[in-house]
T-cell receptor
Framework: AQKVTQAQTEISVVEKEDVTLDCVYE???????LFWYKQPPSGELVFLIR??????QNEISGRYSWNFQKSTSSFNFTITASQVVDSAVYFC???????????FGTGTRLKVLA | DTGVSQDPRHKITKRGQNVTFRCDPI?????LYWYRQTLGQGPEFLTY????????KSRLLSDRFSAERPKGSFSTLEIQRTEQGDSAMYLC?????????FGPGTRLTVL
């Protein structure tokens, strides 16, 4: 079965704190792609990152970083020095190779308080 | 280019009526996707087009749902004989590769 689990339903942090959003996936495919999307209060989903299953190198983009670990089937997302504008729902998604059926998790709502 | 647009933004209908939604993708994007999103859930894949060909369709999509993408440009999603369970946000996305650009969605309420 293909599945994405985001166990954290909602997280609240105070501005400038670091926060990690967890994502655990299930797939039997050896080739697959993982994604993170942000859905701000305005509603439109915004692409953040894509990672393929053969690239376990961690990635950093400004205050955002991603930790991909195949051994634990996890693709976690960390925001450093959070800001109020980071408040949104964040979704992790999986696309097995050979299909365009993207499988999204249920999302984690992040609230950053001033 | 202003991104992916969807029309209407909101639709209220009575149970049993047919509804049609339109999606205009980013002009050079050959891939187009439809998703359904309910409150507190992530987007749920419905169907995928590459140009005008509908290449994948979710098993969740019953016979009441149909989608088209004539000429590989805009797409329509039709729901026949709507049911209250169809109430949701219907999202469209387009892409050239794996970077999907989402539209604002059409919120459907079935009374």
């Amino acid at each position: 079965a293909q599945k994405v689990t985001q166990a954290q339903t909602e997280i609240s942090v105070v501005e400038k704190e670091d926060v990690t959003l967890d994502c655990v996936y299930e797939t039997r495919d050896t080739t697959y792609y993982l994604f993170w999307y942000k859905q701000p209060p305005s509603g439109e989903l915004v692409f953040l990152i894509r990672r393929n299953s053969f690239d376990e190198q961690n990635e950093i983009s400004g205050r955002y970083s991603w930790n991909f670990q195949k051994s634990t089937s996890s693709f976690n997302f960390t925001i450093t020095a959070s800001q109020v504008v980071d408040s949104a729902v964040y979704f992790c998604a999986l696309r097995p190779s050979g299909t365009y059926k993207y499988i999204f998790g249920t999302g984690t709502r992040l609230k950053v308080l001033a | 280019d202003t991104g992916v647009s969807q029309d209407p933004r909101h639709k209220i209908t009575k149970r049993g009526q047919n509804v049609t939604f339109r999606c205009d993708p980013i002009s050079e994007h050959n891939r187009l996707y439809w998703y359904r999103q309910t409150l507190g859930q992530g987007p749920e894949f419905l169907t995928y087009f590459q140009n005008e060909a509908q290449l994948e369709k979710s098993r969740l999509l019953s016979d009441r749902f149909s989608a088209e993408r004539p000429k590989g440009s805009f797409s329509t999603l039709e729901i026949q004989r709507t049911e209250q369970g169809d109430s949701a946000m219907y999202l469209c996305a387009s892409s050239l590769d794996d970077t999907q650009y989402f539209g604002p969605g059409t919120r459907l309420t079935v009374l």
